[in-house]
């Protein structure tokens, strides 16, 4: 499947801001299921420099500094991509899942910093006791990995409520676990969680979810948002998706940003400022599909 | 305990020496002092010989000079963080811990390779990751620790050095081995607390301190220097000392350190980085900083890339270190190193990672995440010591012998739950050595802190440690957050040592810059504000005292007026509010009113909180004002509490104390004018000191002004509050006029409280600072004070003098209440100019 996404983040300041800070996790991920065709960033006011590096989880990363003072801060994003659909093992073929959480620690050189490093509690998941029930409910005893995490996917949209104002950026997850509703990193967060806790190595991703229109409408632009889930080691075949806000398992219309620990590793866009007073911001993401051979559909 | 049971007349006969060789030892843990047979060790015999000759009065009456150094300097422990009264005094004792040269040389050489080995260790895991891939250290603790920073994987520090200062908490088994009981790779604390305790106890024994050739400490500060100048990228670096601020608990030693390395003392705040680049804000602009000797917990250090809810580190630091453009020692990340789970894999580090032996112990320890080491804790858990994997954790050592059967259960449940979490160690029973306690010496358990440091050639151990006593027998945990005690540890030399001065050879700049310029805005912007404080806390206990001094005594009508009248001035000045409250009149009522202002501390505006500023703004600039200077406002506190717990003083009892006030408030104001040689910084403190004048004597002239027009002036109490009625007497030798009264109020220049004095003062102090830019036109501040002097100067006194109530007392109050509208607006021309720098920081609003 072929995308054009564009991204906007536009932010208002009541007072105007001397000297900016900002990083960026916005240029998608480039693998062998994602290819990147083109990428541009444009930022407004021009700053003085974008740098970018490789970070540790292999994502690519925009510094950008603003050094004139300014009361509009705008991020403009245009990525062009192909996504092609996972090649799924059967479920029902993956290995038990006690065998990956004891094997874990004993993968070939070059694989443990790869899949164990993400067994562990991070920032925003932390190990609490009722993600942990929640997972085992569908991790039963010798269950194929892949068809218990289907089973957790499937089951986490019929328990909690998928409310998008309810929750903050930073909910903690026992909020979560309380209030019963939340955004789809909310729910990252709760799934991974628990399969941390039964010893699984798994990630939380951020990217986007090109949205079908409603029957017999147009397509809204700039209606389409900010989306997060989960990847799960499944070994022999590597990081499974798995999207536990709209319990299913992802194939061509999501498209992956970046991979981290949590939502801390891997927001899109954070920033510091100096002055700036009140803040008002607006976002706007539009995934586009592309017609192969027909590029006027922009 | 034993050892202790001696009267006071049998140890009067006594020297210190015999009665320190009677002390029994702490039971199972080797003696410090004797050798199995009872006999001083050889490493003591020298000191044992200088006391000898001392008694233990002599000891007393020398050691209580050394308890006032320490304390007029300062030197203090944070405990609670508190600003007000947390600071704990230092504890440090009379007798020093010995070590001959030998067993030190032999010591040195093995924390030296525990230094290399951990080194090694952060090079490879911010590297290549071998440890992990070849199965040497568990992957656990490389992921869950918490000291381990993603961002910085993949950095190569500047000269590929991650660690500059390494400590090393020692202690000593029974059979005499030392052994690692922790490691501090982050930012390890104490150096400095180490050389003040060195200052005190040789200055105080100095005959024992020559005779026993004790190794001196200084050269090994400038080898630390010199390669931190060394591996920065331009000549003549700039460094500074990165310092969490003044609530930290070892403040004291950061501002300490920062002064003995000839670096600037800085906050968070006071940096900003640009273009990759760190800059100190100063008064004179951004300076770019070459290195940064840490005193903060590296993932504080940077909220856009590490803690993002840290409001004390430097935006966009990681990204400077990233480009190469700034040391920062230790290098970010290196808290990883530290973890009290690593100390079983130190060992196999050292052969994997350096092809080497250890050559020191640790403290027998087990993680909990490795299952054998699980099963052994849980196994052993009454006679282990459990502590969190990494200090990050934050939980404090539970002592499995101090548990009873239910209690060890619940432990290891706890473990069992997140075993990764846990690690355990041997409860060893420590060596023994002793203390003087006042009177008498006593047992303690010792522990070492030594500490390494990279010079140019290489690691070198300073020659000395801070050591740790604890009352408790044995107990491993000797913490700089308990309450144990301090001493110094004497590295006996073969040799003759030259004659360092400490704090001489320390001090000397090679290289570096320093001087007035490189004031951070911070501390100019907190320097004002001390200004403003002390010179509003007098004019209030001023004005307060002139109207209690006509309500007490044998008050007549003419009182009654004065204190109607400066009751007025207090309610024009704020520090009374509006209006009287209703009840109780007269001067009955302005006695009541003007007690509860004076003693009331949540009175807005009023004298306590006015003070309670002042002290603020002084300790936020600890490092920059004199130790004096301190103590005068450490004063000032300690009438304040006294005066709370008085609430029903009577008057004379108040007015008493608001002479004290004054007196100190004058000590403070000598202080500022005789004592303080910091150019910029000294003249941010006096303009805050003119500008408040300024203010306080428009109002008390304007309040003279408006007196003429009512009843009869209350000038004698203005004069008074001004402090001028001697100077008036004596030169027209009758009772005040208002024309005379306002001459000398503000357009006598020789009157050093008259306004013309403030605005003279504030036209050179601006005329001498930094020029901001290369514009030839005056600044906003400066064309302000100017057009006050040519008003001021302009003032037609004849015609004033010959007809009071006429055109030019119109003129003279138009004046007046431009002035004071003014005073608000230079003080924002300032900070617009110079202190803006010190804002503070918001985090972008975030989006899902």
Redesign the interface.
Known sequence: MLYKVHHRTCYGYSEPVMLSHNLAHLRPVSDERQKLRSFSLVIRPDPRGISGHIDSFGNHVHFVQVQEGHREFVVDCESELEVLPPRWPEASATPPWESVARGIGHLPAGQVALAAGFRHASPFVPFLEPCRELALASFLPDRPILEAALDLTRKIPGEFQYSPHSTSVATPVAEVLRTRRGVCQDFAHLMLSGLRHLGLPARYVSGYLETAPPPGKARLVGADASHAWVQLWVPGFGWTDLDPTNGVAPRERHIRLAVGRDFGDVSPLKGLLLGGGTQAVQVSVDVEPVIEGDESAA | MPGMIQTQSQSQNKSVADLVLQVRPLLGAMDEIRGPDGAPRPAWQTWLDQFRKMGPLELGTRWEEAKRILRDNGVSYNVYADPRGGDRPWQLDAIPQVIGEDEWKELSRSVVQRARTLEALLADVYGP?RV???GVL???L???NPGYL??L??VAPPGGQFLHMYGCELARSPDGSWLVLADRTQAPAGAGYLLENRIVLSRTFPEAYRACKVRRLAPDFLLLRQNLSRIAKRENPRAVLLTPGPFNETYFEHAYLARYLGYTLAEGGDL?????RVYLKTLAGLRQVDVILRRMDDDFCD???LR?DSSLGI??LV?AV?AGNVVVANTLGSGMAEGAALLPYVPELSRFLLGEEPLLRSVPSWWCGDPAGLAETIRNLGELVVKPSFPALRAEPVFGDRLGEQGRQILADRIRQ?P?AWCAQSLVPLSSTVEWSGSHPRPRTMGLRVFVFRGPDGWSVVPGALVRTSAEPGRASISMQSTGGTKDLWVLSDQEVAGVTLLREGGRADGFRRGGIDIPSRVADNLYWLGRYAERAEGIARLSRAALSHVSGEAGPSDHREVGALMNLLRQLGILPPAPPTGRAGVEGAEHELVASIMLPSRAGGLQQTLHSLHQAGFQVRDRISNDTWRVLNLLGRELSISRRAVSSTVGEIISLLDHILLHLSALSGMSAENTTRGHGWRFLDIGHRLERTQFTVELALAALDGSRSERPALEGILETADVSITYRSRYLSSPELPHVLDLLLADETNPRSLLYQLLSLQDHLDQLPALSDSPHLRRDQRLVLERLGMLRLLDWPAFAAEPDGESSTQLREFLEATLDDVPRLSEALSGAWLSHS?T????????
């Open positions: 990751q992990l891939s070849e568990p992957e656990s490389v992921h869950a993603r961002p994987q993949g900003t980085v640009r273009d990759e909220p856009l890339e993002g935006p966009g990204q990233r997140a990764d804002e920081i918001n985090p972008l609003r975030r989006q899902i």
